[in-house]
């Protein structure tokens, strides 16, 4: 069964840390995926997750280079933005391989554009806007 979380962060320091606390429980396999409008704390979130998981920085946004690759300790993290592309570019790039690894961790955003090529037991997060710079971000853990 899936359990809801659902977070609030009201500055974008909150929601990069929110991303750096839970990131703390990847341990390598985990696809997370993050859907929500524009603006909405997705690459706030993924930057705070990559810090979280030792990544060395600047951590941007892989808007139009789609995927960026990020190696911390024995893992190998993949940052990849498909607000641009679809299932089959992604595909051509070596999804496959990348999300088989597993001690890889990948982190989508705007993954409800591939969602026919994401796997059954990935993570979403869907983020929201309820003020100016309060956000809300709801988790549905993978199942297992």
């Keep these: 069964m899936i359990s809801k979380n659902i977070f609030t962060t009201i500055s974008f320091k909150q929601t990069q840390k929110l991303g750096e606390i839970l990131a703390k429980e990847l341990?390598?396999?985990?696809?997370?995926?993050?859907?929500?409008?524009?603006?909405?704390?997705?690459?706030?979130?993924?930057q705070g997750m990559l810090r979280g998981l030792g990544a060395k920085g600047p951590y941007?946004?892989?808007?139009?280079?789609v995927i960026k690759h990020y190696k911390a300790e024995s893992r190998n993290i993949y940052h990849?933005?498909?607000?641009?592309v679809g299932s089959k570019d992604i595909l051509d790039l070596?999804?496959?391989e990348i999300v088989s690894g597993k001690n890889n961790i990948v982190i989508v955003e705007w993954a409800e554009?591939?969602?026919?090529?994401?796997?059954?037991?990935?993570?979403?997060?869907?983020?929201?806007h309820l003020e100016k710079n309060k956000r809300k971000?709801?988790?549905?853990?993978?199942k297992n």
């Design 27 to 46: 341990r390598g396999g985990e696809i997370v995926c993050l859907t929500g409008e524009l603006g909405s704390g997705k690459t706030t979130f993924a």
């Design 60 to 65: 941007t946004s892989p808007t139009f280079v």
């Design 80 to 84: 990849i933005d498909a607000y641009r």
């Design 94 to 96: 070596g999804w496959e």
């Design 113 to 128: 554009r591939i969602k026919s090529i994401i796997p059954k037991d990935a993570i979403w997060f869907g983020f929201g």
């Design 137 to 142: 971000i709801l988790c549905l853990p993978r």
